[in-house]
């Protein structure tokens, strides 16, 4: 706001308050009115927050011991301002108490307030009324004697609708533009709007001390630091796990309210924030551990400008975390299969999201951090494992061949035939032959242990002689049409000639054929 620029914040705020007016002027509705009380009530919530800030800067400045005559009258100039700034807000905040009453002296609140179109009005325009021309007067003399304490130049507080350019059309024209400050402010203009307006005053007052004490705070040091002894302290742990993130907090013991020093790990500008707790700035230090052993890393706080730097070197332990398999198959995989693995490191904890890499295998990552599926193509699996780049182990895999299926027999009650004592061909009147898989492999990895026979050869056979053959796509063969055929002593003879299994991918992959022939002696 030097040199007669306004903040980007008070142009905001500006143009909300104009916005609103020119809203009102078009149509006094409860819906505007009403947005003039939020409006309000938002910027008396940030009227709190900045006379704290402006408490703390002038504070700050007034905590300077030095003898510097500039510094001696930059601490007496941030004290009449701090004085003159809480002398104005309060006269603006009784003027607009005495806004928002009836004639009577009565409060106005609620909706009476929000829906009120004339106090205001009457009262500021009165011209037996002393209410106008103290509130002008107030804007004047704080922007005067603000402007000879500090040694800066302030836009001025009473504008009139000439002072803003957003009111000139193209020709450079503004409507009202003859009106007075107290005319441009209060003329038409609704209680809540009237006060809001005053509201918004209070903020470009305080807006104005700030740049007006950070001046200041620059002429009277007010960020020096006054301690015999200052060191860089870090709470953090002095163990923590290869991949694990090291986690401490980077503080001066001793800060100053008006300090924000610059801090830095390795070289590596940190953010700075005041911690909640105790109210001393302090950087976060965050990354992943990496190597094994005795670790260190360098810290540097840099309070200001003219101040040495302050530099210390924090030492740390890394040590190398267990792996542990929780679950699924291992040690042991099966080839070509959707191993399903659950791979953990306990000591990581929440900070545990690994990433994988394997050699003769592939390896998907699942919906946890740590669960994987393995699919191996090679005898030997390795899996190695990291979290937050740093490697923390591999562990190895022995990988097993798929078992063969059984191929088995059953009759049209899907009973197992005994392939000793056989079927009694007047009753058989279907076969149904299966491929089974082996139970530890089903058991260990089921969506790889379906297996379907796509094809096969059913033969009826007398001793040398073939009497009728059926081939057959599916695993269910009707034999009515053989009944009446069937002699004791011959043999249904089933040649499995292809067989698939599905996948945990969904896919079918075939499968070589070993000990396809199955013999069934006939009653």
Not at 71 to 93: F, G, H, M, Q, W
Not at 271 to 298: L, R, W
Request: proline share 5%; hydrophobic share 40%.
């Amino acid at each position: 706001m030097s040199g007669g620029k306004e903040t980007p914040r008070q142009k905001m705020i500006g143009m909300m308050y104009l916005v609103l007016t020119a809203l009102l002027a078009l149509n006094v509705s409860s819906a505007v009115l009403e947005k003039f009380a939020i409006l309000n009530t938002t910027l008396v919530d940030l009227i709190g927050e900045n006379t704290i800030t402006n408490e703390r800067k002038a504070n700050a400045i007034a905590g300077s011991t030095s003898q510097d005559a500039k510094v001696v009258k930059a601490v007496a100039a941030a004290k009449e301002i701090r004085a003159l700034s809480r002398k104005t807000i309060a006269t603006l905040d009784s003027i607009k108490d005495i806004l928002g009453r009836e004639h009577d002296g009565k409060p106005m609140v609620g909706d009476e307030l929000v829906g009120n179109t004339n106090i205001s009005e009457e009262k500021m325009l009165n011209e037996e009324s002393k209410l106008a021309p103290n509130y002008e007067r107030t804007l004047v003399d704080f922007h005067d004697k603000l402007e000879g304490l500090s040694g800066m130049k302030f836009p001025k507080l009473n504008k009139r609708a000439v002072d803003f350019a957003e009111l000139k059309n193209e020709k450079g024209e503004v409507e009202h533009g003859e009106k007075s400050f107290i005319e441009f402010s209060f003329e038409g203009t609704p209680t809540m709007a009237a006060i809001a307006g005053v509201t918004q005053m209070e903020t470009e007052v305080l807006e104005f001390e700030t740049l007006a004490l950070d001046s200041l705070a620059i002429i009277a040091d007010a960020v020096n630091i006054k301690f015999d002894k200052v060191v860089p302290m870090v709470i953090g742990p002095s163990v923590v796990a290869a991949g694990a993130k090291y986690t401490g907090r980077l503080f001066m013991a001793g800060a100053a309210s008006g300090v924000t020093p610059e801090m830095f790990r390795n070289g590596v500008a940190l953010t700075v924030t005041q911690d909640p707790e105790t109210s001393i700035k302090m950087a976060n230090i965050e990354f992943s551990a990496s190597g094994d052993g005795k670790q260190s890393y360098t810290t540097e706080i840099r309070p200001g400008p003219g101040k040495p730097p302050l530099i210390r070197k924090i030492e740390y332990e890394v040590i190398k975390p267990t792996i542990r398999i929780t679950n699924g198959n291992a040690p042991s995989l099966y080839m070509n299969c959707g191993n399903f693995v659950n791979i953990e490191v306990p000591a990581l904890g929440a900070s545990y999201n690994p990433s994988f890499s394997a050699k003769g295998a592939s390896i998907d990552k699942g919906d946890k951090p740590g669960k994987v599926t393995i699919i191996p193509k090679e005898r030997k699996v390795a899996v190695t494992v990291s979290n937050g780049g740093a490697v923390i182990g591999t562990e190895n895999f022995d990988v097993k061949p798929i078992p063969k299926p059984r191929y088995v027999p059953r009759d049209n009650q899907s009973k197992e035939i005994d392939l000793k004592n056989g079927v009694k061909g007047s009753a058989l009147t279907g076969l149904r032959i299966n491929a089974d898989a082996d139970e530890n492999f089903k058991a260990e990895v089921p969506k790889d242990a379906t297996y379907r026979i796509r094809s096969m050869e059913i033969i009826l056979a007398r001793g040398t002689s073939r009497v009728a053959v059926i081939n057959a796509t599916s695993e269910i063969v009707d034999m009515n049409a053989w009944r009446a055929q069937f002699r004791p002593g011959d043999r249904i003879v089933v040649d499995i000639k292809s067989v698939t299994r599905r996948t945990f991918t969904g896919e079918d992959e075939k499968v070589d054929v070993v000990g396809g022939t199955i013999n069934i002696p006939v009653q």
